[in-house]
């Protein structure tokens, strides 16, 4: 991989005089022995993928195959139509762009898992959504990709990415300090700007439980990436602004790891506890598996 921690590779890039996405693809063609175009080729094709994932998730209402979910970025898309958002566009088309992306990976659509299947609208939200409204280029959008990337494989290197290892904390919380690393790179931000919005993202999240409903990552798995897309811009926001985490990233990350390892395993994608456990949730359960 090349860099194991955040510390390392803004060190390269001081060295270099270089922007994280620069120091990434050049070390990952040099990994792959391929070209440095190829590795944005690839990444362009996932850009594609994601984008194609929202289309698809906006353009369906098609329920998943238990019956639990599949149809509130239809009731977002309605709303918006005649009620604008409090927050603004951007703010309508995360929500409803990251909904369609999960909804879309619950119909067994084509998604991009970044970092996991059951966070995969956050990062695509935030990127599309913003590259639409401020009408930034496609090239700045693979940066930001590729941003995103280097930041969930470094975190990846202390604690795996799992709820059933570290909780939602380390899928849709890492989708959400990925997310905002991708925007400020999209909005010009400098190193120290991206690792202190990934950090502030993935800080203000910890202890996130996954606790998922009837042991499917549905409730309330898929309206946490709304929720996580536009916490993200919270983070990208404040770090473009001088906005500091006082809590360096690799530290935000131990605490990461830790966290997960302190968390009830009843909280850890087991359906033992948590949301899943709540009378509403047994009930749905019973109903769903045909359970007395």
Do not use: W
Not at 12 to 39: F, G, H, W
Not at 51 to 72: F, H, M, V
Not at 88 to 97: A, D, M, P, Q, R
Not at 135 to 146: A, P, R
């Amino acid at each position: 991989m090349g860099f194991l921690s955040f510390s390392e590779l803004a060190n390269k890039c001081r060295e270099n005089n270089k922007k994280i996405y620069e120091i990434v693809q050049e070390n990952e063609a040099k990994l792959l022995e391929v070209s440095i175009d190829n590795i944005r080729l690839q990444t362009l094709e996932n850009l594609i993928a994601m984008k194609d994932a929202i289309k698809n998730g906006l353009q369906s209402t098609e329920k998943s195959i238990s019956n639990l979910c599949g149809d509130d970025c239809a009731k977002l898309t309605v709303r918006y139509k005649t009620n604008s958002a409090l927050f603004g566009k951007v703010f309508e088309k995360i929500t409803t762009y990251a909904l369609a992306t999960a909804e879309e990976n619950h119909r067994m659509g084509r998604i991009v898992a970044c970092p996991t299947a059951g966070s995969c609208g956050i990062v695509p939200a935030v990127i599309v959504a913003v590259a639409e409204e401020k009408n930034i280029k496609e090239t700045k959008q693979i940066d930001g990709l590729i941003t995103a990337g280097i930041i969930g494989l470094i975190i990846s290197n202390k604690v795996q990415l799992a709820g059933a290892v570290a909780g939602c904390q380390a899928e849709c919380g890492v989708a959400s300090a990925m997310a905002a690393a991708a925007l400020v790179e999209m909005l010009d931000g400098g190193v120290n700007e991206i690792l202190h919005a990934a950090a502030l993202a993935l800080k203000n999240i910890l202890g996130l439980t996954c606790d998922p409903v009837c042991g499917l990552v549905e409730v309330p798995c898929i309206k946490r990436n709304a929720f996580l897309g536009v916490h993200a811009v919270t983070a990208a926001e404040l770090a473009l602004c001088g906005v500091e985490s006082k809590i360096p990233i690799d530290e935000v990350v131990d605490t990461l790891k830790i966290t997960g390892q302190l968390m009830s395993p009843l909280l850890k994608e087991t359906s033992q506890g948590g949301l899943a456990k709540t009378k509403t949730a047994i009930e749905l359960e019973q109903k769903l598996f045909q359970r007395t």
